[in-house]
């Protein structure tokens, strides 16, 4: 445990953003997986437009760096496509 003031309210401050951080990861792959399994069906595209809007709201929210997003994004689309194929 730390001794000095601020180390103890930092501490405070990553656990709730660790918590924060990993409900999001969480919806997101949530929401992935429902996108890959509705491939080919009439709410393919419903899905996967939710599916995408989770991943742009987690670069905003500073969960994942834009680049990862947009990669997440084309291999999703990509997954999606070759299913429904």
């Known amino acids: ?9 930092r501490n405070r ?9 990993r409900a999001v990861r969480s919806e997101l792959r949530t929401r992935t997986k429902a996108a890959e399994a509705a491939a080919g069906t009439e709410n393919e595209a419903e899905t996967l437009r939710l ?9 905003t929210k500073g969960v994942m760096h834009k680049n990862k997003g947009a ?12 299913a429904s194929a």
């Open 13 to 21: 401050q990553s656990e709730k953003a660790r918590l924060r951080n």
């Open 1 to 9: 445990m730390a001794n000095i003031k601020s180390q103890v309210k």
């Open 51 to 59: 599916a995408i809007s989770k991943i742009d709201r987690a670069v």
């Open 71 to 82: 990669r997440q994004k084309s291999r999703l689309i990509k997954r999606v496509r070759s």
